[in-house]
C-alpha cells in the first residue's frame, strides 16, 4: 500500500486547510480549517464530510487560525475520537478560538432561523455548538519546536517555527510505506514575512520527498521596508485619517494583526508622533487572545513597549461588553477602532464599518489579505455600495489599504523559503492560494530548474500516491463539491453587484418613466414572460 495525500481543502482555495494522508497504519490529518470567502465557498462547510471522522488516528495542526482550525469542532461531532497535535501557544489560542467560532455559529444559524420562520421552512441548525468546540479543546495535546514526536504507528513529525503567527508551524512528517520505506513530507502551514514585530524568522530543514507550500501571496510582492518605514506609513495614515475629522475604522483579525497594530499604535503615541483621542480594540476575542500573547511573552524578540506599559495609557480601551460597543457608534472623529473580523464578513467590524462607511470624513484602512467575495474584498476593490445586516450602505469613507502588516510572507519571500527547504526528490505541491497565485508561484519555481511536472497545483479532493522517488496514481473525485469557477465569484456575488447596480440606476433616474424604461430594458433582456403566465391586456394579474 502506498502513501497517499488527499487534498480536501486548501486547493484552489485560500481557505479551509485540510490534507489526510493513508499509510498502511491508518490515516491522519493535518489541519482541518473552515472555508471561507463568498458563499458558494462557504456552503462546502455544510456539505458532508469527504471521508469518514471515525477513520481518523490523529491529527497535527500548523495553527490556531479558523482557516486551519474551524472545522475541528464538527470533526468530533462527527465522531472522530483521536488527538490533537500542536504547539502550547496553539493550544492556549484555541481556548478562545474554538468557543467564539461556535458562538458565531449558533447565533447565524438563530438568525437563519429567525428568517425561515417568516416562510415557515424548518429552523437551521448551527454547523457544530459550544459543545462541540469543547470536546475537541479536550483532546490537545502539546509538543515543542525541535523536538521528533510519534503520534501513530509508522508516523514521525518534528514542527519548526512558521514566524506566521505565535505558535505557528512548519511540520515535518515521515510515513512508512508498506515497503518500509520512509517517505518524508513537509507541511509548510502559513509561512510568515520577513520583517515582524514580534516573531523571528521561519525556519526548518532541508532535503524532502514531497514539499507542500502555501501561496497566498503567490505573484504579489509586498514593498520592501523595514519596522521603522512600516511605522512610518502607519503614522501617515494614522494622521491623515484624524486630520479629515472623522474615525478611523481598522477590520484586524483577532490574532496576531491586532497585537501587531496595537503595539506599532501605542510606540508612536508613547514617540508623540500620532495623537488619537481614543483607541478601541473592540473585540471580547482579540482581548483574550492578547493574554495569550503576554503569556508567552518570553517567545518574541525584543520589543520596545511592554503590554503593561501599552494598556496603561488611558486612550487605549479594550471593548468586551455589547453595550460599550454599541456606544462607540455615538463617536464621530478622533477615534481609531480596530475590530474584527479581518475580512469583515462577521463580527462587530460590521457594525463600525455600517456607521462610517457613510461618512466623507471617514476612513477604512484594511491591513490584511482579503479573500475573493468577502466584504472586505468588496469594500476593497471600490465598490460604491455594499449590502450589510440586509441593507445597501453608501461607502463614502475614504478606503485605505497597507500589505506591511500581513503576516503571511510574499512572493520573494516564499521563493526564498522553497529554495531554503530543496532539494524535494518527488514533487512540490502548492496550495492555501488562489489558481492566479499559484500559476504564479509555479511559474517562478520552474524558472530554479526543477521540471514542470513535479510542480503541482492540486484541485479539491484529489488524491496522489506518494513513493519515495516521485508520484504515482492520481485520482479525481468522482463528483466535485463546488464547481471551481465559483470560488472567486460565485453567482451570489454577481447577484448582489446587479441588485446594487440596478437600485443606484433607479434613484439616479430623474422621473418615474424612465425607472419604467429602465425596467422594461431589463425585462427585455431577461426574455418574454411564458404566455401562460403573462396576463392578458386589461386583465388584471390577481384574477
Not at 480549517?33 to 456552503?43: A, H, I, K, P, Y
Not at 470533526?75 to 474554538?98: I, S
Request: with cysteine; proline share 5%.
Amino acid at each position: 500500500m502506498a502513501v497517499t495525500i488527499h487534498f480536501h481543502g486548501a486547493a484552489g482555495t485560500v481557505t479551509g486547510s485540510c490534507y489526510r494522508i493513508v499509510h498502511p497504519g491508518g490515516q491522519f490529518l493535518i489541519d482541518c480549517g473552515l472555508f471561507q470567502g463568498n458563499r458558494s465557498v462557504r456552503n462546502l462547510n455544510l456539505k458532508p464530510t469527504p471521508f469518514n471522522p471515525r477513520d481518523i488516528d490523529f491529527l497535527l495542526l500548523t495553527h490556531a487560525h479558523i482557516d486551519h482550525a474551524g472545522l475541528l469542532p464538527k470533526l468530533y461531532r462527527e465522531g472522530f475520537a483521536g488527538q490533537m497535535w500542536m504547539t502550547e501557544p496553539t493550544a492556549g489560542l484555541l481556548e478562545y478560538l474554538l468557543p467564539d467560532s461556535a458562538s458565531i455559529q449558533e447565533s447565524e444559524a438563530e438568525r437563519e432561523t429567525k428568517y425561515r420562520g417568516r416562510r415557515g421552512d424548518e429552523p437551521a441548525k448551527p454547523l457544530y455548538t459550544l459543545d462541540d468546540a469543547n470536546e475537541a479543546l479536550k483532546h490537545r495535546q502539546t509538543t515543542t519546536y525541535h523536538q521528533w514526536i510519534e503520534p501513530g504507528p509508522g508516523v514521525r513529525a518534528k514542527y519548526w517555527n512558521a514566524g506566521h503567527i505565535i505558535g505557528s508551524a512548519s511540520i515535518q512528517v515521515e510515513v512508512k510505506d508498506n515497503d518500509g520505506k520512509t517517505v518524508t513530507i513537509l507541511f509548510s502551514g502559513d509561512i510568515g514575512p520577513d520583517e515582524k514585530v514580534f516573531y523571528k524568522e521561519p525556519e526548518g530543514p532541508a532535503g524532502f520527498d514531497y514539499i507542500l507550500c502555501e501561496s497566498t501571496y503567490g505573484g504579489r510582492e509586498r514593498d520592501d521596508y523595514t519596522l521603522e518605514q512600516r511605522r512610518e506609513q502607519l503614522k501617515t495614515q494614522i494622521n491623515d485619517a484624524m486630520a479629515r475629522g472623522g474615525n478611523l475604522v481598522i477590520p484586524a483579525f483577532a490574532v496576531e494583526r491586532s497585537q501587531e497594530l496595537l503595539h506599532d499604535i501605542g510606540w508612536l503615541i508613547k514617540t508623540r508622533q500620532i495623537d488619537p483621542k481614543l483607541v478601541f480594540l473592540d473585540s471580547p476575542l482579540a482581548s483574550k487572545v492578547t493574554g495569550v500573547y503576554r503569556k508567552y511573552a518570553k517567545m518574541f524578540d525584543d520589543v520596545e513597549l511592554s503590554a503593561d506599559e501599552l494598556f496603561n495609557d488611558p486612550r487605549f480601551r479594550i471593548i468586551e461588553a455589547v453595550e460599550d460597543s454599541k456606544a462607540i457608534n455615538t463617536i464621530r472623529g478622533g477615534a481609531i477602532i480596530m475590530s474584527a473580523s479581518g475580512m469583515c464578513d462577521a463580527g462587530r467590524v460590521q457594525h463600525h464599518l455600517r456607521n462610517n462607511l457613510i461618512r466623507a470624513n471617514a476612513t477604512v484602512l484594511f491591513v490584511g489579505y482579503q479573500a475573493p467575495g468577502t466584504l472586505g474584498q468588496i469594500i476593497q476593490s471600490g465598490a460604491r455600495e455594499v449590502r450589510i445586516h440586509g441593507t445597501l450602505v453608501p461607502v463614502k469613507a475614504q478606503i485605505r489599504s497597507m500589505g506591511n502588516y500581513s503576516a503571511h510572507a510574499d512572493h520573494s519571500e516564499l521563493m526564498a523559503w522553497i529554495k531554503e527547504r530543496l532539494p524535494a526528490h518527488g514533487a512540490i505541491f502548492l496550495t492555501h492560494g488562489e489558481d492566479e497565485g499559484r500559476a504564479a508561484l509555479r511559474a517562478a519555481v520552474v524558472l530554479t530548474g526543477i521540471p514542470g511536472n513535479q510542480v503541482i497545483m492540486p484541485l479539491l479532493d484529489e488524491s496522489y500516491e506518494l513513493h519515495p522517488n516521485g508520484v504515482g496514481a492520481v485520482t479525481q473525485p468522482a463528483v466535485p463539491r463546488i464547481d471551481h469557477d465559483q470560488v472567486a465569484s460565485d453567482w451570489h456575488n454577481q447577484f448582489s453587484d446587479f441588485t446594487a447596480r440596478l437600485d443606484q440606476r433607479l434613484r439616479a433616474a430623474k422621473s418615474d418613466a424612465e425607472k419604467l424604461a429602465i425596467m422594461r430594458e431589463l425585462q427585455g433582456k431577461l426574455g418574454a414572460v411564458p404566455a401562460a403566465e403573462a396576463p392578458r391586456e386589461n386583465q388584471s394579474a390577481d384574477e
